[in-house]
T-cell receptor
Framework: DAGVIQSPRHEVTEMGQEVTLRCKPI?????LFWYRQTMMRGLELLIY????????DSGMPEDRFSAKMPNASFSTLKIQPSEPRDSAVYFC??????????FGPGTRLTVL | AQSVTQLDSQVPVFEEAPVELRCNYS??????LFWYVQYPNQGLQLLLK??????LVESINGFEAEFNKSQTSFHLRKPSVHISDTAEYFC????????????FGKGTRLSVIA
């Protein structure tokens, strides 16, 4: 398997623009997680899905953030409108039940 | 709910010296434990895990961790570190009964000095 795939790897945008981050989990995995990592706040869980259903989105910082998982092979994290403080590395991860959780390589987002 | 405390945010150590990265957890139920490593500009990778059985678990690159239930600890050790071990290390815990996310510690930055 190719592992968890994220795109784009790098994104530079201007404040106020919409940003969409994409994730393809490992085939067969039933959990999908979105994290954000910054120097100041460390690794934060934003939202997670089980069988494509959002289970807990309490980590989503504001209504500007939204996430969807239309099928078992694809998820998006959208920020609209983006702000400079959203600059971070965003990770997607997936796992099957209680087995090992695998992380993608991350998307480095810079909002100018 | 579970929580993880990594007692050291940064650990500098000379090459070929031993190192221990400390991890304590809190949980009212039985747990599985993990150590993840993050090299610069990369995602987190599993280093080793404890699910059941022997309380001493090892990784392929010489790290080991011991599950101590009485002390609620899962410290990571390596007898001789290399420059290439420089990375951030995260301890994580999950209840073995439920469909919950991993709970991560804040990480320990290991810097190996030549």
């Amino acid at each position: 398997d190719a592992g968890v795939i994220q795109s784009p790897r790098h994104e530079v945008t201007e404040m106020g623009q919409e940003v969409t981050l994409r994730c393809k989990p490992i085939s067969g995995h039933d959990y999908l997680f979105w994290y954000r990592q910054t120097m100041m706040r460390g690794l934060e869980l934003l939202i997670y899905f089980n069988n494509n259903v959002p289970i807990d989105d309490s980590g989503m910082p504001e209504d500007r953030f939204s996430a969807k998982m239309p099928n078992a092979s694809f998820s998006t994290l959208k920020i609209q409108p983006s702000e400079p403080r959203d600059s971070a590395v965003y990770f997607c991860a997936s796992r099957y039940y209680l087995d090992t959780q695998y992380f993608g390589p991350g998307t480095r987002l810079t909002v100018l | 709910a579970q929580s993880v405390t990594q007692l050291d945010s940064q650990v500098p150590v000379f090459e070929e010296a031993p190192v221990e990265l400390r991890c304590n957890y809190s949980s009212s139920v039985s747990v599985y434990l993990f150590w993840y490593v993050q090299y610069p500009n990369q995602g987190l990778q599993l280093l080793l895990k404890y699910l059941s059985g022997s309380t001493l678990v090892e990784s392929i690159n010489g790290f080991e961790a011991e599950f101590n239930k009485s002390q609620t600890s899962f410290h990571l050790r390596k007898p001789s570190v290399h420059i290439s071990d420089t990375a951030e290390y995260f301890c994580a815990v999950i209840a073995n009964s439920g469909n919950t996310p991993l709970v991560f510690g804040k990480g320990t930055r290991l810097s190996v000095i030549a």
